[in-house]
Structure formats: structure tokens, C-alpha cells
Nanobody, 121 residues
Framework: QVQLLESGGGLVQAGGSLRLSCAAS????????MNWVRQAPGNQRELVAG???????NYAEFVEGRFTISRDDAKKTLYLQMHSLKPEDTAVYYC???????????????WGQGIQVTVSS
């Protein structure tokens, strides 16, 4: 099995910064794509940013220039550095990893438990 542990969320004032982390552990041979997804109350989940195993990144237009996604494969950890936060960034943030398991070599997407980010105006 694979476990994902998210950390780094919290309450911040508009204009502030936060750094989210998502640490993976367990029966992992390799991690392919990694994504951050968020869900605000009453809204559907939306992709915030993604990064491939070759370090190609993509960002939603609403975070372009403010958020930076990165990964440390040695630590099996995904990061999201968030700057210039706005009240509309308030949401539960989830990491989503495409994991290939040891032994079976099967590929499966895993989700973190979600972490709250609240930006006050």
C-alpha cells in the first residue's frame, strides 16, 4: 500500500505565502506524474498544478506566476510553494500521485487526505 501525508496548510492573510508538502511512503517503485488539486466549498475539484517525472510543469491560469510546483524524488515528496495568496485561493488542497508499485509494477493514482488553506482578506 501507499500512504500520502500532506502538510503545510493553514490560515494566512491575503498577500502571504504558504508551502504545501505531500510525502509518499509505502510500496513504491516509481512515481510518474504528480498534481495538486483543490476544492473550494460548493465547487468542483480543479487542477492547480502538475509536474511530470521529467520535471515538465503545468499550471492553472489562476495561479500562474504565483505558485510553483516541485518534487524531490529521493524523498518521494511533492511541494507547492504559494505566494501572493488571495481569498479566492481558499480551499482544501489535495495531492494526487501516479504511483507504480514494487513487485506488481501496477500503476495507480493515490490521493492525499486534503489540507485546508484559508486566506483572509
Amino acid at each position: 500500500q501507499v500512504q500520502l501525508l500532506e502538510s503545510g496548510g493553514g490560515l494566512v492573510q491575503a498577500g502571504g505565502s504558504l508551502r504545501l508538502s505531500c510525502a509518499a511512503s509505502g510500496n513504491i517503485w516509481n512515481i510518474d506524474s504528480m498534481n495538486w488539486v483543490r476544492q473550494a466549498p460548493g465547487n468542483q475539484r480543479e487542477l492547480v498544478a502538475g509536474i511530470t517525472s521529467s520535471l515538465t510543469t503545468n499550471y492553472a491560469e489562476f495561479v500562474e506566476g504565483r505558485f510553483t510546483i516541485s518534487r524531490d524524488d529521493a524523498k518521494k515528496t511533492l511541494y507547492l510553494q504559494m505566494h501572493s495568496l488571495k481569498p479566492e485561493d481558499t480551499a482544501v488542497y489535495y495531492c494526487n500521485l501516479d504511483v507504480i508499485s514494487i513487485g506488481t509494477m501496477t500503476r495507480r493514482k493515490y490521493w492525499g487526505q486534503g489540507i485546508q488553506v484559508t486566506v483572509s482578506s
